[in-house]
C-alpha cells in the first residue's frame, strides 16, 4: 500500500521591491553621514583664531612695565675707610677727630633726609670736628650719578637747620667760589655763635656739610677735602674810553649768567 506523498514545501514569500523614493532617500542619508564627519586629510586647521572661527590671529597682550625701584634712606652706617681717609689729621695746626662709625648715633639716613632725593642715595657717613667746639663736618659718599654743587640748592634750608641755624629760609645761602672751592655759604643767625659759617659743596660722589666758629680753621679744611672747582670768572672788556660802561657791565653779568660762573661772596671773600 503506497502511502500518502511527502508535502511540497512552499517558496518563502517575495519582499516587495524598494520603490524608486525610497531608494533616493537612503543614498541621501548616506552621503550627508559621510560629508558630516572628520575634514579630509590633508584640509588645513584653523589655530589661533579669534572665537567664532574666523581664523585670524588673537591679540597677544602686552606685558605692563616694572617702574625702577627708588632708593630708600639707609639707616646703618658701615665703616669706609676710604671716605674717611679723604678727612686730614690736622688742618691750621689743629689736630680733627675722626670718631669711628659705631661711636656716633648718626646714620646716612639720618642727614640724607635733609638732601631730599640725594640724600635717599647716602650710604656712607663720616664725622669729623675739632675741638673745642671749632668745626664740625658731616661728609657723605652716595651711589649713582656725580652730584653738582648746584644740584644741593633745594636742600639747602633743612642742611642749615639740621647743623642749628635758626629758620627754614633759602635767601641766607650764597653761591660763592672759596679757594679753588665752588661751595654754597651761609653766615651766622641769632641761633649761632659769633662767627659761625655753615658751608655745603658736592665732588662728584661726595656731598659734605660743614659748620665752624673759626673761618681760618674752615677754609684749611675746605681746601683739603674734594670740591667742585668754580667756572672762571669772566674779565670785563674795557670800553673805548678805557672804563667800563654800563653795557660792558651788563654783557659781563649776562656771560657770568650763561657760564654758570658765581664770584665769591662778600662774606666769603672778606674772611682769610
Same mark, same amino acid.
Given at each position: 500500500?503506497?502511502?500518502?506523498?511527502?508535502?511540497?514545501?512552499?517558496?518563502?514569500?517575495?519582499?516587495?521591491?524598494?520603490?524608486?523614493?525610497?531608494?533616493?532617500?537612503?543614498?541621501?542619508?548616506?552621503?550627508?553621514?559621510?560629508?558630516?564627519?572628520?575634514?579630509?586629510?590633508?584640509?588645513?586647521?584653523?589655530?589661533?583664531?579669534?572665537?567664532?572661527?574666523?581664523?585670524?590671529? #588673537?591679540?597677544?597682550?602686552?606685558?605692563?612695565?616694572?617702574?625702577?625701584?627708588?632708593?630708600?634712606?639707609?639707616?646703618?652706617?658701615?665703616?669706609?675707610?676710604?671716605?674717611?681717609?679723604?678727612?686730614?689729621?690736622?688742618?691750621?695746626?689743629?689736630?680733627?677727630?675722626?670718631?669711628?662709625?659705631?661711636?656716633?648715633?648718626?646714620?646716612?639716613?639720618?642727614?640724607?633726609?635733609?638732601?631730599?632725593?640725594?640724600?635717599?642715595?647716602?650710604?656712607?657717613?663720616?664725622?669729623?670736628?675739632?675741638?673745642?667746639?671749632?668745626?664740625?663736618?658731616?661728609?657723605?659718599?652716595?651711589?649713582?650719578?656725580?652730584?653738582?654743587?648746584?644740584?644741593?640748592?633745594?636742600?639747602?634750608?633743612?642742611?642749615?637747620?639740621?647743623?642749628?641755624?635758626?629758620?627754614?629760609?633759602?635767601?641766607?645761602?650764597?653761591?660763592?667760589?672759596?679757594?679753588?672751592?665752588?661751595?654754597?655759604?651761609?653766615?651766622?643767625?641769632?641761633?649761632?655763635?659769633?662767627?659761625?659759617?655753615?658751608?655745603?659743596?658736592?665732588?662728584?660722589?661726595?656731598?659734605?656739610?660743614?659748620?665752624?666758629?673759626?673761618?681760618?680753621?674752615?677754609?684749611?679744611?675746605?681746601?683739603?677735602?674734594?670740591?667742585?672747582?668754580?667756572?672762571?670768572?669772566?674779565?670785563?672788556?674795557?670800553?673805548?674810553?678805557?672804563?667800563?660802561?654800563?653795557?660792558? #657791565?651788563?654783557?659781563?653779568?649776562?656771560?657770568?649768567?650763561?657760564?654758570? #660762573?658765581?664770584?665769591?661772596?662778600?662774606?666769603? #671773600?672778606?674772611?682769610?
Amino acid at each position: 500500500m503506497i502511502g500518502a506523498p511527502m508535502p511540497i514545501p512552499s517558496l518563502a514569500t517575495p519582499r516587495p521591491a524598494l520603490g524608486q523614493g525610497v531608494l533616493l532617500a537612503l543614498i541621501a542619508c548616506l552621503l550627508l553621514a559621510a560629508c558630516s564627519s572628520s575634514n579630509p586629510t590633508g584640509a588645513p586647521q584653523a589655530s589661533g583664531g579669534l572665537p567664532g572661527g574666523s581664523g585670524l590671529p #588673537s591679540a597677544t597682550p602686552s606685558p605692563t612695565p616694572t617702574p625702577t625701584p627708588q632708593p630708600s634712606p639707609l639707616f646703618s652706617n658701615p665703616a669706609n675707610p676710604e671716605l674717611e681717609a679723604l678727612i686730614p689729621a690736622k688742618v691750621a695746626g689743629f689736630a680733627v677727630v675722626k670718631p669711628p662709625s659705631e661711636q656716633y648715633g648718626i646714620t646716612p639716613g639720618d642727614i640724607g633726609l635733609q638732601y631730599g632725593p640725594i640724600g635717599a642715595r647716602f650710604r656712607s657717613l663720616a664725622v669729623a670736628y675739632v675741638e673745642p667746639r671749632k668745626l664740625s663736618l658731616y661728609a657723605m659718599e652716595l651711589e649713582g650719578d656725580p652730584v653738582r654743587t648746584k644740584d644741593l640748592e633745594p636742600y639747602l634750608a633743612t642742611a642749615g637747620r639740621y647743623v642749628g641755624i635758626n629758620g627754614l629760609h633759602r635767601e641766607p645761602w650764597e653761591l660763592a667760589a672759596v679757594g679753588d672751592h665752588l661751595v654754597w655759604v651761609r653766615p651766622e643767625d641769632n641761633a649761632t655763635a659769633a662767627g659761625t659759617m655753615i658751608y655745603t659743596w658736592a665732588a662728584g660722589n661726595h656731598v659734605f656739610l660743614m659748620i665752624g666758629t673759626d673761618d681760618k680753621i674752615n677754609r684749611a679744611l675746605l681746601a683739603a677735602l674734594p670740591g667742585e672747582t668754580p667756572p672762571p670768572t669772566p674779565t670785563p672788556v674795557p670800553s673805548a674810553s678805557g672804563s667800563v660802561g654800563a653795557s660792558g #657791565s651788563a654783557a659781563a653779568t649776562s656771560t657770568a649768567a650763561a657760564t654758570g #660762573s658765581v664770584r665769591p661772596s662778600a662774606t666769603a #671773600s672778606a674772611n682769610p
